[in-house]
Structure formats: C-alpha cells, structure tokens
C-alpha cells in the first residue's frame, strides 16, 4: 500500500473488495478448466437479476441472434465462455456504480466508463486485439474512483471540478488529497479480486500518457479516454500525438467516433 494513505480509505479498499457478488463468484468459476456448464448455470441461478441482465443482453442487437433466448441455459450455451465473463463484468461493474451514495457522480463516472468501453472495443481491431477484453478494459478503467468518492465525497469533488482535463495532474492531486490514486486503488481491487493481469495493468497504467508502449490494450484504452473526453465532452485535445506509431491515421477519427458513438447508444439500451 503506498505511504500516507487514510486508514479508514484502507478498510474502503477492503470493504469494496470484500462485496459479495454472484456474477463475480462466477467469474471466477469461469477461470477453472474443470468446471462444467450446469455448475455455472446454477450459480447464476442465484441470482435473479443477473438472470434477466443476461437474456436481456441476448436478446440485444448488439449479439445480433436469430432466435429469441428464453432461458439461461440456452443464453449460456449460445453465448459461449468468453462472451459470458463480458456481460458478468458489465453487471458487476454496473452495481458498483449503482450503489447507494453520491448517486449523481457515479452516474457521471458510470457514463464515461461505458463510453470509453464502447470506443475501446470499436478502437481494438486497430491493434488486433480483442474487441472484448478491450471493452472490458474501458468499463473497468476508471473502478478506482468510486472508493475516492465513498471516502470523501467532498474531497473527491473539490479535485475534479476544477481538475477535468485529463492532462492536468490529477493523479498528483489526488496523491496529496487522498495519500494515492484511482489508478493505485483500482489496481489493488482488481487483484483483490483476482482479475486478469491486463486488466490490473490498464487500470494502474492508463494515466502514463508519456509514450505508448507495447501494451495494445493500455494503448487502446488511453486512446479512447481521449476520445471520449475530446468528443463527447467537449474538451480541447490535439490527439496527433497520441497517435504516433499507432496505424490510426488522424483523418479516421471522425469515422471512428461516429462508430464509437453508436456503440455507446447501443451499450446504453442494456447497461
């Protein structure tokens, strides 16, 4: 943990990333070579919601199905592991920010989490990654902030309204204020929680806006935190930089928003 940090923002940590969750249970049977389709059905089972947020997204144009789904063991079968862990991370990171508290910021946040998803995912084929993870990693980038915000909710507004511009220091900021940053917290839940390391990775890393490494992933989702920030609200970036050495050709970002853009509205419908 780094130095300075609050003590009762320690136990927000630990509170956060003790929060039961079926979808997360799930999750984590997913990762377990040996599990079968039935045991995962029956966890979800649990959880009646999560049920109806399934077949729900099934049933979306976003997956684009012939048939109608009806029960979770055909969303199951039809959806396929991968595709499945997508939507258990979507409602998981959906709650979250649904949670009682500061509702009008986490909404705020909950916004510009899911248009950096949509963005991520249309951006990932520039880099040939996956569309999915990447949406994910755009979803999940930002998770840090909610336990800033629960802790202090004043604190947390004083550095953001008059900090929004991603190239202002914010991280320093909220080093000073809180003892360490979105970037650091979200980092230590996502390994709490035992997630993936690219997700750990993008979480803690997508404020080096220094140089693009190798990381497609972490490249991709600064890319469309940029974009989002530039398009969507309004703030005057130049991203010509940030393009260097990426085969994105600065012409392409207005095609790219407008798909980008659509993809939000869609995500919108089931999130």
């Known amino acids: 943990m780094e130095e300075k940090v609050d003590r009762g923002l320690i136990r927000g940590i630990e509170e956060f990333?003790?929060?039961?969750s079926i979808a997360l249970n799930t999750m984590g049977l997913l990762n377990n070579p040996a599990i079968t389709i039935k045991e995962i059905i029956n966890q979800i089972k649990l959880d009646v919601a999560l049920v109806a947020f399934i077949l729900k997204n099934c049933n979306s144009f976003l997956f684009g199905l012939k048939q109608e789904v009806?029960?979770?063991?055909?969303?199951?079968?039809?959806?396929?592991?991968?595709?499945?862990?997508?939507?258990?991370?979507?409602?998981?990171?959906?709650?979250?920010?649904?949670?009682?508290?500061?509702?009008?910021?986490?909404?705020?946040?909950?916004?510009?989490?899911?248009?950096?998803?949509?963005?991520?995912q249309v951006i990932a084929p520039f880099f040939k990654i996956s569309?999915?993870?990447?949406?994910?990693?755009?979803?999940?980038?930002?998770?840090?902030?909610?336990?800033l915000l629960d802790f202090n909710e004043y604190g947390f507004k004083s550095i953001y309204e008059d900090n929004f511009n991603p190239y202002s220091i914010i991280i320093e900021k909220e080093k000073e204020f809180f003892g360490t940053s979105h970037t650091f917290v979200g980092f230590t839940l996502l390994d709490n929680w035992k997630f993936p390391k690219i997700f750990i990775d993008v979480v803690y890393l997508h404020h080096n806006y220094q140089d693009f490494k190798d990381l497609g992933y972490?490249?991709?989702?600064?890319?469309a935190?940029?974009?989002?920030?530039?398009?969507l609200d309004g703030i005057d970036l130049d991203l010509s930089k940030h393009l260097k050495g990426i085969n994105i050709k600065e012409e392409q970002l207005d095609d790219i928003f407008q798909k980008g853009l659509e993809n939000f509205n869609a995500l919108k419908t089931v999130l």
């Open 70 to 120: 009806k029960s979770i063991e055909q969303a199951v079968s039809l959806l396929g592991f991968l595709r499945l862990k997508s939507i258990l991370m979507s409602y998981f990171a959906r709650n979250l920010y649904k949670m009682s508290g500061a509702s009008e910021i986490k909404n705020i946040l909950w916004k510009h989490s899911v248009a950096v998803a949509a963005f991520s």
């Open 131 to 147: 569309e999915d993870e990447s949406y994910l990693c755009g979803l999940l980038h930002d998770i840090g902030k909610l336990v």
């Open 17 to 20: 990333s003790a929060i039961p």
């Open 225 to 231: 935190n940029l974009m989002v920030y530039k398009y």
């Open 218 to 223: 972490l490249q991709c989702v600064i890319l």
